[in-house]
């Protein structure tokens, strides 16, 4: 089962910044935050990851609250093409079980 | 060339018969998995490998099997295939550290009757 809780869904305006959340009621000490996203049936795709520190990549921002009990991914100005389903995981190298929850599904709207 | 290959990319088959989808990966990685997606339910982990003498079970294995054939190998095989194995299957490699990220293929869309 998955580990982490995520909103089912949420809509977002073209151009505007879409924060999506996740809880991470579970994660320990040494393990990462991982977001991916699926567009379509595509195969997913990563997109950014974190351990305390908030950091930021071409695609995408992620916040990590003090406590790590949640993150949010922050897609600064949304596209039509950020339309997807959005995962957050946490893992670390040993954690073989990497399930993936249903995710967020985002709809971003012209 | 995509980094993970899966084949096929559609397959639909009858019940009862055997059914096997392979992997290949180019990135070196030695870790494989192999998850299942059914609408609405995220990607459910199948079986995982962390190399070519390792193979484990994950959350959904019964009616499925997996040899990995070498380092960048890693096949999926439905013995006895049932309607409710229909699903899309998706194959992933990882590196085995603590910041290494999924890559994935573009996924095996099967159909059992």
Known sequence: DAK??????????????????????????????????????????????????????????????????????????????????????????????????AGTTVTVRA | ?????????????????????????????????WYRQDPGLGLRLIYYSFDVKDINKGEISDGYSVSRQAQAKFSLSLESAIPNQTALYFCATKEGTNTGELFFGEGSRLTVL
Not at chain 1, 15 to 35: D, F, K, M
Not at chain 1, 73 to 98: E, G, Q
């Open chain 1, 4 to 101: 982490t809780t995520q909103p089912t869904s949420m809509d977002c305006a073209e151009g505007r910044a879409a924060n999506l959340p996740c809880n991470h009621s579970t994660i320990s000490g040494n393990e990462y935050v991982y977001w991916y996203r699926q567009i379509h049936s595509q195969g997913p795709q990563y997109i950014i990851h974190g351990l305390k520190n908030n950091e930021t990549n071409e695609m995408a921002s992620l916040i990590i609250t003090e406590d790590r009990k949640s993150s949010t991914l922050i897609l600064p100005h949304a596209t039509l093409r950020d339309t997807a389903v959005y995962y957050c995981i946490d893992t670390s190298w040993n954690d073989y079980k990497l399930s993936f929850g």
């Open chain 2, 1 to 33: 060339d995509a980094d993970v290959t899966q084949t096929p990319r559609n397959r639909i088959t009858k019940t009862g018969k055997r059914i096997m989808l392979e992997c290949s990966q180019t990135k070196g990685h030695d870790r494989m998995y």
